[in-house]
């Protein structure tokens, strides 16, 4: 499987089928990807390859992969420090990906950035932030950036349920609305801010409602149903590439593992995280339907495993044997020398 | 090959841990997700999983054993079609030497942090240099700037004024946005007319939300515009501070030069009149003491003019500290298109024999008039105007202090980890053997300014206090 392009084309509606058979496939490819990345870098983490901070993205993969498929080429996505999903689903390269997470001179940021700061301005991925809500602000600034410049963009914002309570999010929620500002902010509620329920957090649960002080359309979403994430993605990238405005799209997702690789996550019981396991998960779920559709069968799932693991297994390999940033690096990218 | 399954480092600070409890016998089936065993680390236990698939071959370190090294070879799994014989092999040597299984990297011997460091430590011992270490505070020698013979007379504010408008002119990217800064134009009137020329695309009124609109710029400014944000005054930025450092100032070097962010933050700083604790600060020092950022702070028309100019044209986020008690005052200014001051080139505003006084923005004035004083006592003072706070001209300050053999920094600003603090250290690391006293702070007094005219007015350097300051280091009297 070679690695995403760019952007993907926009997904064709097919007859009365949302989506078709054929992209369905590549869903369970592009979730599969990040699934297994994930797997990989928290084995690297255990090793030690990995230090510091480490978020990962299992469990919540429909997200990224169903609204990426809504994106068009000029498009932007901009999210927290759970991220590495976000940046393979925009098409970044695993091994760039991966040797930053060890802080190789291969990686994204030649090791400077690490796992939660990644940029890729040719694939339109704007970070990868430490700063719980501070990408809010900034991603209602890339959509300014579309409109200023008129290229039909949309910025794809992501946050989380914790960062919803951060006032900038509101300060940014008022002047897209005031503006009209071309951008679908993704609130990804996996039920915990950290240790934090979203119940134990939010006055009122439903997140998707916190724009409607300022009038922004929005709606929650099964975020573990790739195909419901992807229908509404395609209504949220519409109202705000056709100058509507901005958009709320909450997906109800859910994170298998902890909040970060120390995170022992004594929170929430282990039945809870099983039953989301073996009922919800969206890798799982897609899988039974092209197998019931019959557009794949068991050997070509094979095939499309083998082909996954053989990226994540080359980006481990190229992010342990890509060098360390050479000492003189330390002083560089601190300025850009006029 | 069987897979190794090593002793994981489930913290940042992990080095071994306790293998609680096996969740998996030998012979169990496990697959990619699978908890395998529970670990107590430095912190908390933690659930361990399975990054491949099989059949839990072996257990190589029974449950309740502690101080269990990571990366230590805890178990083995057999990978589809092993069997048992393939074991034994796989036990034997050392997890560091086995070969890499096929489907996964776990026998690579982990290069635990200790390279880098080592490799910092290392270095080249020039690299300890502490102009080396502030490579980016500091400017390099420069060349002289250039002069201009035709001049106009003009207010600070309207210098300001035009500098935006001529980029504006120069440059579709350049947008001015802020409260207050279109319709009502300006809330001191910085930006006149600057809406009837440009339109409210490129000048934003922005709702009272600095950390949103200044977060929203620097957004702007990945995607490659150029925002120049207007604070009403400095006071407010410290709700917007996590963006002009976290995002601003820092992307470059976390993208790892791909992806910097042009944009000005420009705005009143410092106190004012009688405005009292909160709207009455100098946050030169705040922001000079961040690398990724370049801090402006100019004195005159002709600085704020040029000065600005540079910041809008700079690549890099650039602080720019205007004077509310300057705006009115009137400056001759080149009056010449490409009129530009080069960023980090401070200016000998009067030369002097005797005594380096360093100031900038409304204290250069003070300064100047300080000198006056003090050549009618005797002492001829070389008053230097630093206009770039950072990076700061040591190579002026330096050269000044080994002709004067003395220094007196004057700011606004609280004392501690002040400016001065900054000039007085790299006068101590530069020109000690230069020196014949130490050298002297004149600062803003270390409390919050307060509201009374007569305790305000002992807050804010004045005159006096600098020639005393001079006194005191020429042992005059």
Same mark, same amino acid.
């Given at each position: 499987?070679?690695?995403?392009?760019?952007?993907?084309?926009?997904?064709?509606?097919?007859?009365?089928?949302?989506?078709?058979?054929?992209?369905?496939?590549?869903?369970?490819?592009?979730?599969? *990807?990040?699934? +297994?990345?994930?797997?990989?870098?928290?084995?690297?983490?255990?090793?030690?390859?990995?230090?510091?901070?480490?978020?990962?993205?299992?469990?919540?993969?429909?997200?990224?992969?169903?609204?990426?498929?809504?994106?068009?080429? &000029?498009?932007?996505?901009?999210?927290?420090?759970?991220?590495?999903?976000?940046?393979?689903?925009?098409?970044?390269?695993?091994?760039?990906?991966?040797?930053?997470?060890?802080?190789?001179?291969?990686?994204?940021?030649?090791?400077?950035?690490?796992?939660?700061?990644?940029?890729?301005?040719?694939?339109?991925?704007?970070?990868?932030?430490?700063?719980?809500?501070?990408?809010?602000?900034?991603?209602?600034?890339?959509?300014?950036?579309? &409109?200023?410049?008129?290229?039909?963009?949309?910025?794809?914002?992501?946050?989380?349920?914790?960062?919803?309570?951060?006032? &900038?999010?509101?300060?940014?929620?008022?002047?897209?609305?005031?503006?009209? *500002?071309?951008?679908?902010?993704?609130?990804?509620?996996?039920?915990?801010?950290?240790?934090?329920?979203?119940?134990?957090?939010?006055?009122?649960?439903?997140?998707?409602?916190?724009?409607?002080?300022?009038?922004?359309?929005?709606?929650?979403?099964?975020?573990?149903?790739?195909?419901?994430?992807?229908?509404?993605?395609?209504?949220?990238?519409?109202?705000? +590439?056709?100058?509507?405005?901005?958009?709320?799209?909450?997906?109800?997702?859910?994170?298998?593992?902890?909040?970060?690789?120390?995170?022992?996550?004594?929170?929430?019981?282990?039945?809870?995280?099983?039953?989301? +396991?073996?009922?919800?998960?969206?890798?799982? &779920?897609?899988?039974?339907?092209?197998?019931?559709?019959?557009?794949?069968?068991?050997?070509?799932?094979?095939?499309?495993?083998?082909?996954?693991?053989?990226?994540?297994?080359?980006?481990?390999?190229?992010?342990?044997?890509?060098?360390?940033?050479?000492?003189?690096?330390?002083?560089?990218?601190?300025?850009?020398?006029? | 090959?069987?897979?190794?399954?090593?002793?994981?480092?489930?913290?940042?600070?992990?080095?071994? /841990?306790?293998?609680?409890?096996?969740?998996?016998?030998?012979?169990?089936?496990?697959?990619?997700?699978?908890?395998?065993?529970?670990?107590?680390?430095?912190?908390?236990?933690?659930?361990?999983?399975?990054?491949?698939?099989?059949?839990?071959?072996?257990?190589?370190?029974?449950?309740?054993?502690?101080?269990?090294?990571?990366?230590?070879?805890?178990?083995?799994?057999? $990978?589809?079609?092993?069997?048992?014989?393939?074991?034994?092999?796989?036990? @034997?040597?050392?997890?560091?030497?086995?070969?890499?299984?096929?489907?996964?990297?776990?026998?690579?011997?982990?290069?635990?942090?200790?390279?880098?460091?080592?490799?910092?430590?290392?270095?080249?011992?020039?690299?300890?240099?502490?102009?080396?270490?502030?490579?980016? @505070?500091?400017?390099?020698?420069?060349?002289?700037?250039?002069?201009?013979?035709?001049?106009?007379?003009?207010?600070?504010?309207?210098?300001?004024?035009?500098?935006?408008?001529?980029?504006?002119?120069?440059?579709?990217?350049?947008?001015?946005?802020?409260?207050?800064?279109?319709?009502?134009?300006?809330?001191?009137?910085?930006?006149?007319?600057?809406? %009837?020329?440009?339109?409210?695309?490129?000048?934003?009124?922005?709702?009272?939300?600095?950390?949103?609109?200044?977060?929203?710029?620097?957004?702007?400014?990945?995607?490659?515009?150029?925002?120049?944000?207007?604070?009403?005054?400095?006071?407010?930025?410290?709700?917007?501070?996590?963006?002009?450092?976290?995002?601003?100032?820092?992307?470059?070097?976390?993208?790892? /030069?791909?992806?910097?962010?042009?944009?000005?933050?420009?705005?009143?700083?410092?106190?004012? $009149?009688?405005?009292?604790?909160?709207?009455?600060?100098?946050?030169?020092?705040?922001?000079?003491?961040?690398? #990724?950022?370049?801090?402006?702070?100019?004195?005159?028309?002709?600085?704020?003019?040029?000065?600005?100019?540079?910041?809008?044209?700079?690549?890099?986020?650039?602080?720019?500290?205007?004077?509310?008690?300057?705006?009115?005052?009137?400056?001759?200014?080149? %009056?010449?298109?490409?009129?530009?001051?080069?960023?980090?080139?401070?200016?000998?505003?009067?030369?002097?024999?005797?005594?380096?006084?360093?100031?900038?923005?409304?204290?250069?004035?003070?300064?100047?008039?300080?000198?006056?004083?003090?050549?009618?006592?005797?002492?001829?003072?070389?008053?230097?105007?630093?206009?770039?706070?950072?990076?700061?001209? !040591?190579?002026?300050?330096?050269?000044?202090?080994?002709?004067?053999?003395?220094?007196?920094?004057?700011?606004?600003?609280?004392?501690?980890?002040?400016?001065?603090?900054?000039?007085?250290?790299?006068?101590?690391?530069?020109?000690?053997?230069?020196? %014949?006293?130490?050298?002297?702070?004149?600062? #803003?007094?270390?409390?919050?300014?307060?509201?009374? $005219?007569?305790?305000?007015?002992?807050? !804010?350097?004045?005159?006096?206090?600098?020639?005393?300051?001079?006194?005191?280091?020429?042992?005059?009297?």
């Amino acid at each position: 499987m070679s690695q995403a392009p760019r952007r993907k084309p926009r997904v064709q509606k097919s007859g009365d089928q949302l989506v078709s058979p054929e992209d369905l496939v590549r869903f369970y490819k592009d979730m599969l *990807l990040i699934r +297994r990345f994930e797997e990989k870098a928290g084995q690297l983490y255990g090793m030690g390859l990995i230090g510091g901070f480490c978020h990962l993205y299992i469990g919540q993969e429909a997200v990224v992969v169903g609204l990426e498929a809504c994106s068009e080429e &000029q498009d932007t996505v901009i999210t927290s420090y759970r991220d590495h999903g976000h940046m393979l689903a925009s098409g970044m390269d695993a091994k760039g990906v991966m040797a930053e997470l060890t802080g190789r001179r291969g990686g994204y940021s030649k090791g400077k950035g690490g796992s939660m700061h990644m940029f890729s301005a040719e694939k339109g991925f704007f970070g990868g932030h430490g700063i719980v809500a501070a990408q809010v602000p900034l991603g209602t600034g890339l959509a300014f950036a579309h &409109q200023y410049s008129g290229d039909n963009g949309v910025c794809f914002c992501y946050l989380g349920d914790g960062a919803v309570n951060q006032g &900038q999010v509101y300060e940014s929620f008022n002047m897209a609305a005031l503006w009209k *500002l071309p951008v679908v902010y993704v609130i990804e509620n996996n039920r915990y801010g950290m240790g934090t329920s979203v119940e134990r957090a939010s006055a009122n649960p439903d997140l998707h409602l916190r724009g409607s002080a300022y009038g922004i359309a929005s709606e929650a979403v099964d975020g573990m149903s790739v195909e419901a994430v992807f229908e509404a993605g395609q209504r949220a990238a519409e109202h705000a +590439r056709s100058g509507k405005g901005p958009y709320i799209l909450e997906a109800k997702t859910y994170r298998y593992r902890g909040h970060s690789m120390s995170d022992p996550a004594k929170y929430r019981s282990k039945e809870e995280v099983a039953k989301m +396991r073996s009922e919800h998960d969206p890798i799982d &779920q897609v899988k039974n339907k092209i197998l019931g559709l019959g557009v794949i069968d068991e050997d070509g799932l094979k095939e499309i495993d083998k082909e996954v693991k053989a990226i994540v297994t080359e980006s481990a390999e190229f992010a342990q044997t890509s060098p360390e940033p050479d000492p003189s690096e330390l002083y560089t990218d601190v300025l850009i020398e006029a | 090959m069987p897979i190794q399954v090593l002793m994981p480092a489930l913290s940042p600070t992990m080095t071994e /841990g306790k293998l609680a409890k096996w969740c998996k016998k030998e012979g169990d089936t496990v697959a990619a997700g699978d908890v395998i065993a529970e670990i107590e680390t430095d912190k908390a236990t933690m659930e361990f999983e399975a990054a491949d698939e099989g059949v839990l071959g072996k257990i190589l370190v029974q449950e309740g054993t502690e101080g269990v090294a990571v990366n230590t070879l805890i178990a083995l799994i057999l $990978a589809d079609g092993e069997d048992a014989s393939a074991l034994d092999a796989a036990a @034997a040597p050392a997890p560091a030497a086995a070969p890499v299984a096929a489907a996964s990297v776990v026998a690579a011997p982990a290069p635990v942090a200790a390279a880098p460091v080592a490799a910092v430590a290392a270095g080249p011992a020039e690299e300890l240099d502490p102009v080396i270490l502030t490579k980016t @505070a500091y400017s390099g020698p420069m060349p002289d700037e250039k002069t201009y013979d035709k001049t106009v007379r003009m207010t600070v504010r309207e210098a300001l004024r035009d500098a935006m408008a001529e980029e504006m002119r120069r440059d579709e990217k350049v947008f001015l946005l802020g409260e207050e800064v279109a319709q009502y134009q300006g809330a001191y009137k910085v930006s006149q007319g600057l809406l %009837d020329e440009f339109g409210p695309k490129r000048v934003v009124d922005t709702p009272i939300t600095e950390l949103g609109f200044t977060g929203m710029a620097a957004g702007a400014a990945f995607k490659g515009l150029r925002p120049i944000v207007e604070f009403m005054t400095f006071n407010f930025s410290m709700q917007a501070i996590d963006h002009i450092i976290n995002s601003a100032a820092k992307t470059l070097y976390m993208a790892g /030069g791909q992806l910097g962010c042009p944009i000005v933050f420009r705005g009143a700083n410092g106190a004012a $009149a009688r405005v009292g604790a909160q709207h009455s600060q100098c946050y030169a020092s705040w922001y000079a003491h961040c690398p #990724g950022l370049k801090v402006l702070s100019p004195w005159s028309a002709a600085d704020a003019k040029g000065l600005l100019k540079a910041a809008i044209r700079d690549p890099n986020p650039v602080v720019f500290l205007e004077n509310e008690i300057l705006y009115g005052q009137s400056f001759d200014v080149p %009056d010449d298109p490409d009129y530009i001051i080069p960023i980090g080139k401070a200016k000998i505003e009067r030369p002097g024999t005797d005594v380096t006084i360093t100031a900038f923005s409304l204290m250069v004035g003070t300064a100047l008039e300080a000198a006056e004083v003090l050549a009618a006592q005797g002492i001829s003072a070389e008053v230097i105007n630093l206009r770039s706070i950072r990076p700061l001209d !040591v190579p002026t300050i330096v050269q000044s202090v080994k002709k004067t053999n003395r220094c007196v920094s004057v700011e606004e600003g609280w004392p501690f980890a002040g400016i001065g603090s900054e000039i007085s250290s790299v006068v101590n690391e530069q020109a000690f053997d230069w020196l %014949d006293a130490p050298v002297r702070r004149v600062t #803003g007094v270390d409390v919050p300014m307060p509201y009374a $005219a007569n305790l305000e007015k002992l807050v !804010v350097p004045d005159v006096n206090r600098i020639v005393e300051a001079v006194k005191a280091v020429c042992y005059a009297s």
